[in-house]
């Protein structure tokens, strides 16, 4: 029987589909003898080539391409690939930095914007909150890290630890095993699966090395964020095989934001509303009269006055020594970034055993800790009477900034710390069947674990587990006692304290454990089918289980001692909640006209099919549980009463109790979709490429499941369209949804256009027109971010708020939803130029970025958002130009970026009514930001005896990117706030090919 028969035979579908095709094919093409056709001698340009065989050791050609899964790739794919040199001679010294360089990157979640809070945006990104430290994602198109598909040598790897969003963190992944980073921006689904809407980032990873390279960096930041990094490459081969691997280490120091702004007030500079400066506590703080509350402390209503802090110690101080003329707390977060340590390890070995089986096997083992110092503030301190430093006679409620204590040494800073862990094993085969037809099996498991916590000293911190906290005993003793070398003092500045003070600082949040387990199963087969006019049929047919665990919890001080508190479980109803991923994938690569077949018009076509079914299975909680109130069991909290001890205080008459059990249930949904791609050379010089592509993500846990009810209680609204024409916050009766179990998978359209053309008349220059179109419907929302953040449009909504037969709002409904789409449209312009002269040869390129299009709809039919050439959007364009001269050993590298203005409306909120500012706590009037540039240089010389040197700097000018983004006078997003940043670095290599 024939290939094409037995083929048929076991894929019909796949046939007909071929046959289609066939017969659609020009009569000048389907008169061409496929016995006469020859190899396919154009598959892609853009493929990267295979490593030179070798006679001794025997080659063993692993080659990884993205975007496919077909040997030698797809040719209607244009895939932009950054090779380790390439990194290199960029100044480029961590896997983040690489996409601060790329112009489709988004900076959302960075080493510099994880612990933001207020991205209210949830087109953008999500929130990791107070805990986010030692995470780095990338976003491709400002479409959210979880729409952006990392992989390494094509293969998934686990998730950020306890976030079923599963997207990567960068930070897990060490430089020096990176041999190219590859990025395709298709949607890219019916290869990989689900989250490839925004496109697909792989890294590829050195292997087959031989011999020993030892480098040693040294980075000098103009913000004190040192780096320093040190890399051992090691690796050896034999007639059947090899194994190879690399050693890292690297020590990153936090950004000094001292170095960068001392100030707080921004008036001068930007206008009267932007003054960030507290006058809520003053400096070092203010006191006031308690409200007698024990469960929420603060300032009485009855007696609103606020008491500034005296300046001297507070010893002997009387009332007539405070005054009520505040003096604001100007205050700068004293860190950005962290103060972290990375070690990592990576082995990867081959080998043949028979001349058709290839087996291999693979590691990642990554361990990262991060600090960094925090705010010192002490918010509602309840000081009794008898405290020595008391002079009010009475209990007192302070807010106080010990500032002078911590530059002592009397007082620890408060901080927050992260051990993020990432362990990754692959093994597989590659059985030859045959002369055109390769068996591949492929075998991977991860699995990343983060604990966080983070420690201050704000009142009531201490309470935390009540008495059983071991903390507690003397935070009391100090806030109670009359003895003046033990009392706490929150009413000097600081000259004066109690011995107990460093004992204040214990865990504020957390810690927290989080985990994410990942088992993936891939075999495939792949080869040529028969023969047509341009060439061999390429084929690919395979299949992809992944059962990927995700999970957390939280511990608290009981009688026990420190023990978990809760988990998923309290959420979705499953303790380790797990979706089951099984998909069934086919490609191929059909070569209509080549070299031998060519004819006027058509130098090469090319025709790409891909197609893959994808199911998710989940088990969760729809509901079930109902929270109502318990008048027979009052709800109490153990609390500390100012010089009493611990005591039961009520919080009311009754508690909320849960009735019923969690309804688990089974879900279950699947999802096709299709990527078909052109490549066509009308001739030799000219190259176009088409294709359109689908992408999809399916909701996950936190989305769909939730164990409770629909939930009633009262929220504060503003109501655009009031009848009274109110302005202001009013209460409505809202009913909240934790999940959705009617959620459908968010997906994508990506439409592409590709020319390359090398013009003859001039050797060596290459130009590029890269044009593509993402349409993101579905997109999954928070009902409350649209009902805070875009009430204009969500309170015209029926499904979300109802209202009267006089238009008042009597009720409003709030939960996750499918809003309608986010669109971007891009534009890449490049040129590439190389030529020679007899002082050396020189490369210039240059890459224009254009974003045509970037908004985002809430809703169908809602005005548009716009995004692009806004601080929460992709820049209007981005313009990189670069230079590169080689002479021998020596080489040298120059690079220009340049963005232009923008609006921020990130500027915070109004503290008072002044200048725009016409409500308080209203959005602060937007800034126009300035354009920003930046220059980098990289000199490397090339020793005979393997020693290299390079050196060189990144933004060597010292640009800065003023504007005010919350309470910081830059734009994290944009700016790298490390600043000007020289480095050296030493590398040897010994019997490598260098």
């Known amino acids: 029987m024939s290939k094409i028969s037995l083929f048929c035979t076991s894929h019909p579908g796949a046939c007909a589909l071929l046959a289609v095709v066939l017969c659609a094919a020009p009569p000048a093409l389907q008169a061409q003898n496929s016995e006469g056709g020859g190899q396919s001698t154009d598959l892609a340009d853009e493929v990267i080539d295979a490593p030179a065989q070798e006679e001794e050791p025997a080659a063993l050609p692993a080659l990884t391409v993205t975007g496919s899964n077909l040997i030698g790739g ?16 960029r100044g480029i010294s961590s896997v983040e930095d690489i996409f601060r360089t790329l112009p489709w990157a988004y900076g959302s979640i960075t080493t510099q914007t994880n612990m933001a809070f207020g991205t209210d945006a949830a087109d953008v990104d999500k929130n990791l909150g107070a805990l986010g430290l030692g995470t780095s994602t990338v976003n491709l198109r400002a479409l959210g890290s979880a729409n952006t598909l990392v992989l390494k040598d094509g293969r998934r790897l686990a998730g950020k630890a306890g976030d079923d969003d599963n997207f990567l963190n960068l930070l897990n992944l060490p430089l020096a095993a990176i041999d190219r980073v590859e990025i395709q921006l298709d949607g890219a ?11 697909v980032v792989n890294f590829i990873t050195r292997k087959d090395y031989r011999g020993m390279s030892i480098t040693a960096r040294n980075e000098w930041s103009g913000t004190n964020a040192d780096r320093r990094n040190l890399d051992l490459v090691a690796g050896m081969s034999w007639d059947s095989g090899n194994v190879s691997g690399t050693l890292s280490r690297y020590e990153d120091s936090p950004i000094d934001n001292t170095r960068l702004w001392t100030s707080s007030d921004y008036r001068a500079e930007y206008g009267p509303e932007y003054d960030r400066r507290n006058y809520n506590t003053g400096q070092p703080g203010v006191a006031c009269d308690w409200n007698g509350s024990l469960v929420y402390p603060g300032c009485s209503y009855f007696n609103p006055a606020r008491y500034q802090l005296i300046s001297g110690s507070g010893l002997g101080a009387t009332i007539d020594d405070f005054t009520t003329d505040i003096k604001p707390w100007d205050f700068v977060e004293p860190q950005n970034g962290a103060d972290s340590t990375q070690e990592a390890l990576t082995l990867d070995a081959e080998q043949y055993v028979t001349d058709d089986l290839r087996i291999y096997a693979g590691l990642l083992i990554s361990r990262r800790e991060s600090d960094q110092n925090a705010g010192f503030g002490m918010s509602n301190y309840l000081i009794p009477a008898s405290n020595a430093y008391n002079p009010f006679g009475r209990t007192m409620v302070l807010s106080y900034f010990p500032l002078y204590e ?38 991977s498991l991860g699995r990343t674990r983060k604990e966080a916590l983070q420690s201050r000293y704000d009142y009531g911190i201490a309470s935390r587990g009540g008495a059983y906290n071991p903390d507690s005993a003397a935070f009391y003793e100090a806030v109670d006692s009359s003895d003046p070398a033990v009392a706490l003092n929150l009413f000097g500045d600081g000259t004066a304290q109690g011995a107990n003070f460093a004992e204040l600082l214990t865990d504020a949040l957390g810690p927290n454990l989080d985990f994410t387990d990942r088992t993936t199963v891939k075999p495939m087969l792949r080869g040529e089918l028969l023969e047509i006019w341009g060439g061999p049929i390429r084929y690919v047919v395979g299949s992809e289980m992944e059962r990927r665990e995700v999970y957390s919890h939280s511990l608290r001080w009981t009688e026990s001692g420190l023990e978990r508190a809760y988990g998923r479980e309290t959420r979705v ?4 909640p797990e979706v089951k991923e099984t998909g069934h994938f086919v490609e191929l690569a059909l070569p209509l006209v080549n070299a031998q077949n060519a004819m006027p018009g058509i130098a090469a076509l090319n025709l790409s099919l891909q197609g893959r079914s994808q199911s998710h299975e989940y088990t969760g909680a729809f509901g079930g549980v109902s929270s109502v109130r318990d008048f027979g069991q009052p709800r109490d909290r153990t609390v500390w009463v100012p010089g009493e001890g ?26 096709t979709s299709v990527r078909l791609g052109i490549h066509y050379k009308p001739v030799d010089q000219l190259t176009l490429r088409v294709s359109y592509a689908e992408a999809y993500k399916p909701p996950n846990y936190g989305d769909l499941f939730d164990i409770n009810e629909p939930r009633n209680f009262n929220s504060l609204y503003i109501d655009p369209y009031d009848p009274d024409g109110r302005t202001g916050y009013i209460y409505l009766p809202t009913v909240y949804s934790g999940g959705n179990p009617e959620l459908q998978n968010e997906t994508s359209d990506t439409t ?39 009430s204009e449009i969500a309170f015209t909504l029926d499904n979300l708020v109802q209202r009267d037969a006089n238009g008042y709002a009597i009720s409003v409904r709030s939960q996750t939803l499918n809003a309608a789409e986010k669109v971007n449209e891009s534009l890449d312009l490049y040129a590439e130029y190389t030529f020679g002269t007899r002082v050396g040869d020189f490369y210039p390129r240059l890459h224009y970025n254009r974003v045509l299009e970037e908004y985002f709809v809430i809703v169908p039919g809602s005005e548009p958002v716009t995004r692009v050439g806004t601080v929460r959007g992709s820049n209007e364009y981005r313009i990189q130009a670069s230079l590169s001269y080689l002479r021998g050993p020596l080489a040298v590298d120059a690079f220009l970026t340049y963005i232009p203005g923008y609006e921020n409306d990130r500027t915070g909120y109004c503290y008072e009514v002044v200048g725009r500012c016409a409500r308080l706590y209203s959005q602060a009037p937007p800034l126009q930001v300035s354009s920003y540039r930046t220059v980098d240089l990289t000199v490397t010389y090339q020793f005979d005896n393997g020693l290299r040197l390079r050196g060189g700097g990144r933004n060597i000018f010292d640009e800065e990117l003023r504007t005010v983004y919350d309470r910081i006078p830059y734009d994290p997003t944009r700016y790298d706030a490390r600043a000007r940043v020289f480095f050296l670095e030493v590398n040897y290599e010994l019997g490598a090919d260098w």
């Open 573 to 576: 109803g499953v303790e380790k």
């Open 646 to 671: 611990w005591q039961t205080a009520r919080l009311s008459s009754w508690s909320w109790v849960d009735q019923g059990t969690p309804s688990i249930v089974d879900e279950k949904r699947r999802e």
């Open 752 to 790: 592409r256009v590709v020319l390359d053309w090398n013009p003859p008349a001039a050797p060596g220059l290459t130009l590029t027109a890269d044009w593509s179109k993402v349409e993101f419907v579905n997109k999954i929302e928070y009902g409350s971010s649209v009902l805070y953040n875009y």
């Open 406 to 443: 911590v530059r002592n040494g009397d007082l620890p800073w408060p901080y927050t710390t992260a051990e993020t862990r990432q362990n990754e094993y692959h093994a597989g085969l590659y059985w030859q069947l045959g002369d055109s037809h390769e068996l591949q099996l492929d075998f």
């Open 74 to 89: 797809d040719p209607s794919a244009k895939v932009f690939v950054m090779t380790a040199e390439d990194i290199k001679r």
């Open 189 to 199: 689904s019916a290869v990989y699966g689900s989250d490839a809407i925004g496109g």
